[in-house]
DNA sequence: CGCAATTCAGTTGTGCGCAATTGAATGACG
DNA sequence: CGTCATTCAATTGCGCACAACTGAATTGCG
């Protein structure tokens, strides 16, 4: 077949689901989702509430808004998950004395504890990538900046 | 500093929220959502059930167990999302003759005239990344290879 | 043929993820 | 000081995603 310029690859060519990187980055994300489930059973975590962990190790104490954003999520997500934590003996959520319309979330001592425990999970999940730490860090740093830009993107909507 | 051989990096070193690629992965995939979301506003199709679309476009007919091995989703999604553009007069279920346990899908008149109106969306979404399409397609690539590598990993569980 | 294992779609229950709304608390402004 | 807009967390409603289960249909095997 020659190439026909009066036709270029047409619309259609792009609907194709092996055309579709979304769809890629949706099926990893679903793949990473199998793995981290079974890792974090043992701890008793789901994969939000990993990344909800995660942050409290780092800061130690910050109110939901800031949770948020970092993580991403709003209150409609956060509200019930940290519940949920804090059923299972991880979180105190408090009213802040300051600002009464704002929650603080902190780890509680089972919960700072859980870090030692979920210490071994992401050199597990490194190794179920089979990708060395460059590319790891590579393919973070892309993913990142497509973040960034469909983010921007989403304003002139 | 020295690198120190007998303190080599802990593994609380990689329990840093921006150390995590599912974390990027994730927040990527949800950055893609709400693009799409936007985009197929006016489609009247929700991203998951655009891509059983693409599938039922690609294909035309198949049963419910096919559509799930390609998009990497089970009945328990696949079942209400098919009754939902059943219900919206997009795509037609109806039991194999050949074979009474399996449903076929295919796309109505309806849902194969949508495919034109759908065409546009992917030049508009590869807009939206800021990437071109040798990046898009180098993505995909490792993406891809990383859901195979965690899909195999996921085994040993 | 007759029975057991397998293969299907569907259902149930739990947990995100997000839009939209609610209601309390705060801050700005006259 | 009062009013009004803003900023919070929480709630509601809907749609995935997945595990576990159900029940019907089919296949395999003696």
Redesign the interface.
Known sequence: MTTTPTTTP???E????D??????????????G???R?LLKDLGLT?PQY?VM??L??DGELPVKRLGE???LDSGTLSPLLKRLEAAGLVQRERSARDERSVNVRPTDAGTEL?TR??????R???????DLA??ED??A??????S???G??LD?
């Not at 792009?14 to 689901?17: A, D, G, S």
């Not at 979920?118 to 050199?123: D, G, H, K, S």
């Not at 892309?142 to 973040?147: E, G, N, Y």
């Open positions: 047409p619309d259609e792009f609907l194709r689901l055309r579709q990187i979304c769809f890629s980055l949706n099926a990893a994300s679903r793949a990473f199998g793995v981290y079974t994969y990344l995660l942050v190790w780092e970092r993580l991403r870090r979920a210490a071994l999970v992401p050199r999940i490194a190794a179920a990538t089979g990708f590319e790891i393919l973070r892309r993913l990142d900046r497509l973040t830009a469909l983010d993107a989403a909507a």
